[in-house]
C-alpha cells in the first residue's frame, strides 16, 4: 500500500515525464528512498534538469500525500496505480502504459472483458451517426462496453448511443478531472461520472491542453480489444 501511495505522490508532480517515473521505479522499485532524495539525485541519477530536479523535490516535499488523496476523495475521484488489481491487464500491455489513473464514476465497468473503442470526425455525417448507432446496437447485445475519448462528434455519438441503448460506456479525457472538455459535453459528462466511467491519466488538476489528446488516444485503445474508426 505504501508504494502505491509513494508512486501517486509522485505522479502528481511528474505526470509528464514518464521516462524520468520509470527511471526512478527501476532504481528504486517499491520508492522506499523517494523521500531521501536530494535535488542533486534527480539530476544525475535520473537524468533531470536541475530546474525539474528542484521543482520536483519542493513539492514531494510541500504538498502532503494525505491532502492530495484527501481532495480526491472529496471530488469522488478513485486513484488506481498500475500495481493494482483493478487496472486492466489489457493497458499494462501497451509499451507505455499509465502508472496512474483518476476515475470517475462506475469503476467496476474495468472487470468488464470485453471493450471496444469507437473514433471519428469531429464533425461526422448523418450517415456516419446512423452507422455508429447501428453498430453500437449490436455490439450492446453482445455485452460490449464502448471506449472513446468524449470528444464532439463520433466519440460523443458513440458514448450517448450506449447510454440511449442500456449499454455501458468508458470515456478516456485528456484533461484532469476537475475539467470538461468540450464544455458543451457538460451533461455527458455527468452522466458518465455517475453510472458509467470516465477515465484519466492527469491529476484533477490539469487544465485541456493540446498535446494531451493524441496522448490519451494510447490508452482509449490499450483498454480495448478492438478499434472501429
Request: aromatic share 12%; proline share 4%; with cysteine.
Amino acid at each position: 500500500m505504501e508504494k502505491k501511495i509513494r508512486l501517486i505522490h509522485l505522479h502528481h508532480f511528474l505526470f509528464e515525464n514518464y521516462q524520468a517515473i520509470k527511471k526512478i521505479l527501476l532504481y528504486d522499485h517499491d520508492l522506499e528512498n523517494l523521500y531521501q532524495y536530494s535535488p542533486s539525485t534527480f539530476k544525475t541519477t535520473f537524468q533531470m534538469t536541475s530546474k525539474a530536479a528542484d521543482k520536483l523535490y519542493n513539492q514531494l516535499h510541500s504538498t502532503s500525500i494525505f491532502d492530495i488523496l484527501k481532495e480526491s476523495y472529496k471530488k469522488n475521484i478513485k486513484i488506481i496505480t498500475i500495481y493494482d488489481d483493478l487496472y486492466p491487464d489489457l493497458l499494462r500491455e501497451i509499451c507505455d502504459p499509465p502508472f496512474v489513473l483518476y476515475l470517475k464514476g462506475n469503476e467496476n465497468i474495468l472487470n468488464k472483458q470485453f471493450m471496444l473503442s469507437i473514433i471519428g470526425a469531429r464533425k461526422p455525417t448523418s450517415f456516419a451517426k446512423i452507422i455508429c448507432d447501428s453498430l453500437i446496437i449490436g455490439l450492446i447485445r453482445e455485452n460490449c462496453v464502448i471506449v472513446s475519448g468524449m470528444a464532439s462528434g463520433c466519440d460523443s455519438i458513440a458514448h450517448n448511443s450506449a447510454i440511449f441503448h442500456n449499454g455501458t460506456t468508458i470515456a478516456v479525457v485528456g484533461c484532469g478531472l476537475d475539467y470538461i472538455y468540450p464544455k458543451e459535453n457538460c451533461n455527458l459528462f455527468n452522466e458518465l461520472s455517475i453510472n458509467h466511467l470516465v477515465i484519466s491519466e492527469y491529476p484533477y488538476y490539469i487544465r485541456p491542453e493540446k498535446r494531451y489528446f493524441p496522448r490519451r488516444n494510447r490508452i482509449i485503445a490499450g483498454l480495448s480489444k478492438g478499434l472501429i474508426v
